[in-house]
């Protein structure tokens, strides 16, 4: 099927032509021939990047009959005939679209000025608030075939006798979800009982919520209803996957994720102004190419925020759901849902941001446990299964941005003659590097910052179903710092080793590197230490089960940045009805770890309090 099989005129024709359209997409071939030929209503359901303004838009443009409009000058006075015109006999609009927001409003005449570049004459003029209504009212004194407006905007033109809508014979109601949901309902009902009743209608809508059948019901006349996907359905390009963390590893996991994929052009959506800054903020102060898009800006912030966005100067924007509506981007990687909204639409219409024009994209879910059975309800209603992602472990992340590195400087473009001049001087200086070198200090430029800050990270993850004792370890120490972070980490030590804990974590500058260095100035014979599990409070650490009361003995009292340092075996620090270690002792003969007055060693006749009161008074540690 083709274009003009589907009755477009030639001079739309050689303009789309002109654009690359091909091939009309599904949603052009059934709604145009709908249009044009049988002239009927019709509600769309389907997504921004399914083709809709061009199916809404070449059969609205072919109907409009091209009034010649009047030039600043004649509305003044009538150069042939001497008269003033009156400007009440200038063309009024005869077709008129409703978008949510002033960039889609800008984006649609845009497209609109696009296809009709071959139709001479024609007015079409995009009308939104926060700019100057008074040249909105001079171009419509002077005549304009298509209005492209906000809700808003159009009530205060209308009330103000600048804008009749007495000669709308085609009327669009553009994301009619998106306007009703940005409490334009009412203002909508006013526009369409002003508007003739011999007019077509159509209306367009990602999401099929109860007010947008009904306004469908009082003012279409039969419509044809096309669906491109299902109701509520996300595009079919879209995979959508989330990741289950604690609350508290959300941050990092985003930004394990955001690694991850080095060429992301994506949406954060958060759900508050507050955590929007704050998000994008710390990516930004950590070195990520992000910037926010809020309410609480002006709109110039906002204009140049999304202009850097849209022109991929910036490659991660985190927005709010509604400062990021008028944003039309099509060639979006991800979208990323900064936990997930209460509503299942406004999942739909995140998701909807990518996968469009045919390209595939992800959606991906930040999800802590309470909101697992939320994400149901929204496979639920979108028809689709969410896939579990692993948040990507250090080594792959590392990996796949050295990928990224690799292929970048494969495909840098080299100009040859701008870059001569300034390339001696630096082959002289680096002329002491081999090759090999050379790529090494290339790669580490730009991996330190990522090598350093993942060492000893731990793994974010939460197992999906987790075994009975977690669980009642979970009951138990609800409420619980040491709890919150102990859920999901507590693993079997390898054979032949003991679990320890100790009361230090990352927020103390403990990472590998340090841990294995205080074990080694406190313990007075070399120890092999076997896994690491560090975590922000507090760590668990495996050494071997022969060792374990030495290293008890050695480390514990000992002093850590004016922290003293427990150590004790990690079962017995997670049977505390707090979720903290209990004071309980090793007993080496039958690793029986419950019984503090075990808590001895050959050498050491004190028990763990009396250690505990002669390290806070500075004694020696007894090796
Ligand atoms: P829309 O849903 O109208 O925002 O369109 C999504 C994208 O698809 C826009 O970039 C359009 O320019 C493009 N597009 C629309 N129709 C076609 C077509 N028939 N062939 C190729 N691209 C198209």
Not at 285 to 296: P, R
Not at 416 to 431: M, R, W, Y
Not at 504 to 523: E, W
Request: aromatic share 8%; net charge neutral; proline share 4%.
């Amino acid at each position: 099927m083709t274009f003009e099989e589907l009755g477009v005129m030639p001079e739309l024709l050689r303009a789309i032509e002109e654009m690359g359209y091909e091939q009309p997409m599904p949603i052009q071939a059934e709604t145009i021939p709908a249009i044009l030929q049988q002239g009927r209503d019709l509600v769309g359901l389907a997504q921004t990047g399914t083709g809709k303004t061009a199916a809404f838009g070449l059969p609205l443009l072919q109907s409009v009959d091209i009034v010649p409009v009047y030039s600043e000058y004649q509305i003044k006075k009538d150069r042939k005939t001497g008269k003033w015109l009156d400007p009440e006999d200038a063309p009024q609009p005869q077709a008129l679209i409703l978008a949510p927001t002033r960039e889609l409003c800008l984006q649609i005449a845009s497209d609109l000025q696009d296809y009709a570049k071959y139709l001479r004459g024609i007015a079409i003029l995009p009308v939104y608030g926060g700019s100057s209504i008074g040249s909105q009212i001079g171009q419509l004194k002077r005549g304009v075939h298509v209005v492209v407006a906000t809700p808003g905007r159009l009530i205060d033109l209308i009330e103000r006798g600048a804008c009749r809508l007495d000669n709308i014979r085609t009327l669009v109601m553009d994301e009619a979800d998106e306007m009703l949901s940005m409490g334009f309902q009412d203002d909508i009902e006013t526009i369409l009982q002003q508007v003739p009743a011999e007019h077509r209608t159509m209306l367009f809508s990602a999401t099929m919520p109860r007010q947008i059948a009904a306004i469908a019901k009082r003012y279409m006349s039969d419509p044809i209803e096309i669906t491109i996907g299902n109701k509520n359905e996300g595009s079919a390009n879209v995979n959508h996957v989330y990741y289950l963390v604690h609350a508290a590893d959300k941050y990092a996991a985003l930004k394990r994720i955001v690694d991850y994929y080095p060429n992301i052009y994506g949406i954060i959506f958060c759900r508050t102004k507050a955590e929007t800054q704050e998000i994008a903020k710390n990516l930004m102060e950590e070195g990520y190419n992000a910037d926010a898009l809020h309410g609480d800006l002006s709109q110039e912030q906002r204009d140049m925020v999304m202009h850097k966005f849209r022109t991929r100067h910036l490659q991660l924007l985190v927005a709010t759901d509604v400062a990021a509506r008028g944003l039309d981007v099509n060639d979006l990687t991800h979208v990323i849902n900064y936990g997930l909204p209460d509503d299942v639409e406004v999942y739909t219409h995140r998701s909807g941001r990518t996968g469009r024009a045919g390209k595939k994209g992800i959606s991906i879910a930040i999800v802590h446990i309470k909101e697992r059975r939320r994400l149901n309800d929204i496979e639920r209603i979108i028809g689709k299964k969410f896939e579990k992602g692993q948040i990507p472990t250090t080594d792959k992340i590392i990996e796949k941005q050295l990928f990224g590195l690799a292929d970048r400087l494969e495909k840098v473009e080299v100009k040859e003659e701008e870059i001569s001049q300034f390339l001696d001087p630096v082959a002289k200086k680096l002329g002491w590097l081999s090759n090999e070198d050379l790529l090494k200090r290339i790669v580490s430029l730009e991996f330190n910052r990522m090598l350093e800050f993942y060492k000893g990270s731990e793994n974010l993850d939460i197992p999906e179903e987790r075994p009975k004792r977690e669980r009642a370890d979970r009951g138990e120490a609800r409420n619980s710092s040491y709890a919150r972070e102990y859920k999901g980490q507590q693993t079997q030590a390898e054979p032949g080793y003991a679990r320890l804990f100790i009361n230090l974590g990352k927020r103390d500058g403990i990472f590998p590197k340090q841990l294995i260095s205080l074990m080694n100035s406190l313990v007075h014979h070399r120890i092999e230490m076997g896994r690491i599990d560090l975590l922000t409070n507090f760590s668990y650490f495996e050494v071997p089960e022969k060792d374990a009361r030495f290293v008890i003995k050695d480390m514990c009292g000992a002093d850590w940045k004016g922290r003293q340092v427990t150590v004790q075996p990690a079962d017995a620090a997670s049977n505390d009805r707090n979720g903290r270690p209990a004071k309980k002792n090793f007993n080496r003969k039958n690793k029986d770890y419950s019984n503090e007055e075990n808590y001895k060693h050959h050498d050491d006749n004190r028990t763990f309090g009396e250690r505990m009161q002669h390290k806070t008074r500075g004694g020696h540690r007894g090796k």
